[in-house]
T-cell receptor, first 114, second 117 residues
Framework: SAVISQKPSRDICQRGTSLTIQCQVD?????MFWYRQQPGQSLTLIAT?????????ESGFVIDKFPISRPNLTFSTLTVSNLSPEDSSIYLC???????????FGPGTRLLVL | AQKITQTQPGMFVQEKEAVTLDCTYD???????LFWYKQPSSGEMIFLIY??????QNATEGRYSLNFQKARKSANLVISASQLGDSAMYFC??????????????FGKGTHLIIQP
């Protein structure tokens, strides 16, 4: 499995601001995904980060609120824009080396919005 | 309808006993994969075991096995000889085959397992 790192590991932000989360993998991977885990809840898929093209968003998530970049096969960013307290969650990136293979998760970014 | 159902919000089990965590799923796709992840209090998501819809045998990984009953659409996780370190949240997840397996995972609500000494 790949080694996945996320930055920052945690942050406290003011409402109305934005936070950009980085996901770095130590090897080239085909698939990268972003998930959200609200407090005490399960994981929900936000989007699939596509290399060289726009991300594919799940129902209920839009690009204006969650812009995603994936400039290469080892790196992706998720920005959470115009923060509100409801955005307080853990944000996790996951990767699969190839299509159809097991997804492995990064350590997560804990976001608290005041 | 929920795609992944975990009916046990919490479980208490004595150390060294076997434990079964329930998971049922709902899909009309003939090609799908089922996963179990462990999330300790640290928050990391740890992959445990995978079962493909076309796999003939139940998956096993060390102390973990998956009791896959396709007709019943269930994929229960069995942990043998439980240890204190097994205390964590456990999530069942499914990837449906549409898109060539390129889709993300749908997760159940999880089961909070506590192993008691």
């Amino acid at each position: 499995s790949a080694v996945i790192s996320q930055k920052p590991s945690r942050d406290i932000c003011q409402r109305g601001t934005s936070l950009t989360i980085q996901c770095q993998v130590d090897s080239q991977v085909t698939m990268m995904f972003w998930y959200r885990q609200q407090p005490g809840q399960s994981l929900t898929l936000i989007a699939t980060a596509n290399q060289g093209s726009e991300a594919t968003y799940e129902s209920g998530f839009v690009i204006d609120k969650f812009p995603i970049s994936r400039p290469n096969l080892t790196f992706s960013t998720l920005t959470v824009s115009n923060l509100s307290p409801e955005d307080s969650s853990i944000y996790l990136c996951s990767v699969a080396l190839r299509i159809g293979e097991t997804q492995y998760f990064g350590p997560g970014t804990r976001l608290l919005v005041l | 309808a929920q795609k992944i159902t975990q009916t046990q919000p919490g479980m208490f089990v004595q150390e060294k006993e076997a434990v079964t965590l329930d998971c049922t799923y709902d899909t009309s796709d003939p090609s799908y994969g089922l996963f179990w992840y462990k999330q300790p209090s640290s928050g990391e998501m740890i992959f445990l075991i995978y079962q493909g819809s076309y796999d003939q045998q139940n998956a096993t990984e060390g102390r973990y096995s998956l009791n896959f009953q396709k007709a019943r659409k269930s994929a229960n996780l069995v942990i043998s000889a439980s240890q204190l370190g097994d205390s964590a949240m456990y999530f069942c997840a499914m990837r449906e085959g549409g898109g060539g397996g390129a889709d993300g995972l749908t997760f159940g609500k999880g089961t909070h397992l506590i192993i008691q000494p």
